[in-house]
């Protein structure tokens, strides 16, 4: 399966900021705003933290923040807190009415 | 409030077939632009996009898994049921179901809320 590509891991400390990359191509990412981001914490089901690029659904704090460059989307989480800690996944609209996800980046908050 | 919850067997034997049933509520199929998806996730692994129903029937599928997927709702009783033909162990995985919303049918890529998902496992 052709999945995004992002980070395995990535780290930081509490109060610090971190990005988190999702590399598609132009059949995805690249040709149409339509990136998702979900938070998983351990046993848990996923939960829409980003959707359409940069936006948050209510009650997402604004900590959470989305962009987009070229083939290459981003998730910035601000001011890290240790309930940061979690995989994240992204994911993106795929041409022919597909969906189509990232590997997933675990997140820990030393 | 909107709820959705999956349901199905925890156990399938290899070459079987899978019939998952998603039960929602607090949206119906019978608004314009509602939808429902299926995602799984390998134990320790990632997510995986199955499929997608939307309220006027359109559906879209996994390009990897479409030769053994099919998806169908029931609107009056706020279902969507997702069949997976010649399961494999390799098919072992949580499956989610989540709602989605998309003014395009065909368009949807956001999902929110999220089932609590069902484990199958696949083995003889």
């Known amino acids: 399966q052709s999945a995004l590509t992002q980070p395995a891991s990535v780290s930081g400390s509490p109060g610090q900021s971190i990005t988190i990359s999702c590399t598609g191509t132009?059949?995805?990412?690249?040709?149409?705003?339509?990136v998702s981001w979900y938070q998983q914490c351990p046993g848990k089901a996923p939960k829409l933290i980003i959707f359409?690029?940069?936006n948050r659904p209510s009650g997402v704090s604004n900590r959470f923040s989305g962009s987009k460059s070229g083939n290459t989307a981003s998730l910035t989480i601000s001011g890290l807190h240790t309930e940061d800690e979690a995989d994240y996944f992204c994911?993106?609209?795929?041409?022919?009415?597909?969906?189509?996800f990232g590997g997933g980046t675990k997140l820990t908050v030393l | 409030q909107i709820t959705l919850k999956e349901s199905g067997p925890t156990l399938v034997k290899p070459t079987q077939t899978l019939t998952l049933t998603c039960t929602f509520s607090?949206?119906?199929?019978?608004?314009?632009?509602?939808?429902v998806g299926w995602i799984r996730q390998p134990p320790g692994k990632a997510l995986e996009w199955l499929a997608l129903i939307y309220w006027d029937d359109n559906k879209g599928y996994s390009p990897f898994l479409k030769n053994r997927l099919s998806i169908t709702k029931d609107t009056s009783k706020n279902q969507v049921v997702l069949t997976m033909t010649n399961m494999d162990p390799v098919d072992t995985a949580t499956y989610y179901c989540a709602k989605t919303w998309t003014a395009r049918t065909g368009w949807g890529n956001w999902f929110h809320p999220w089932g609590q998902g069902t484990l199958v496992t696949v083995s003889s």
């Open positions: 359409d690029v940069n």
């Open positions: 994911a993106s609209y795929r041409s022919s009415s597909t969906v189509a």
């Open positions: 132009s059949s995805d990412v690249g040709g149409y705003n339509y």
């Open positions: 607090g949206f119906s199929f019978s608004s314009s632009g509602e939808g």
